[in-house]
């Protein structure tokens, strides 16, 4: 009886705690900025964690190839090959964007924007198409072509995971577009894995 009691004055308490923030936000709580989030600091390695996209640049190099990293809270990875450095690709260039997001006020009485939400809400801007398929992660791509061939494109990708965004944006040529989509879809699977 004695344990019954405790339990439920405990759980009396926490609703009575969510609700009275509740309140406390709807008659015009002020925000301060410790209510709200700031973004997370990504590791200062994260482009050399993401690992070798020498795949992604055939025989652009003899050996692995990392991107170079720029950037603090949003994060630029990118490598590339020219032609001078290949016969086959006229070129071939990665980019990576991986930018973590901070919470955000929504104006008086209201509870902040979580970074996770305003992440979603740079995710559902987006003008891209998004992917059919079953994906770990909300996803949308954007495809163009860059010549008449066929044979070079430009696939944008957008990735969505909890607070951070991560865009891919690769061109090569020649290359078949499906190919060239599944190849930017991995990379951006390997920066949100290596975000977490």
């Known amino acids: ?11 009396g308490c926490g609703v009575a705690l969510v609700a009275g923030g509740g309140i406390g936000w709807a008659v015009g709580q002020p925000v301060t900025p410790d209510d709200i989030a700031p973004a997370r600091v990504m590791a200062a390695d994260l482009c050399a964690r993401i690992g070798d996209v020498s795949s992604m640049l ?7 190839v990392t991107m170079m990293q720029t950037g603090s809270t949003t994060i630029i990875c990118q490598a590339g090959s020219s032609r001078a450095k290949i016969q086959a690709y006229t070129a071939a260039s ?8 901070g919470g955000r006020d929504a104006g008086a009485g209201n509870v902040p924007f979580t970074p996770d939400q305003m992440a979603k809400k740079t ?5 891209m198409k998004m992917v059919d398929e ?21 696939v944008h990708a957008l990735v969505q995971r909890a607070d951070v965004v991560v865009q891919v944006d690769y061109t090569a040529n020649p290359v078949d577009a499906d190919v060239a989509q599944k190849a930017a ?12």
Request: aromatic share 8%.
């Open 1 to 11: 009886m004695g344990s019954r009691l405790v339990r439920g004055t405990a759980i």
């Open 58 to 64: 055939p025989k652009a190099s003899s050996g692995p």
């Open 94 to 101: 990665v980019k990576l964007t991986i930018t973590p997001y």
């Open 123 to 127: 995710f559902d801007r987006s003008a």
């Open 134 to 154: 079953k994906r770990p992660y909300p996803t949308k791509v954007s495809r163009i072509a860059n010549g008449r061939a066929g044979e070079s494109w430009i």
């Open 185 to 196: 879809l991995a990379l951006a699977d390997r920066a949100i894995w290596e975000s977490k």
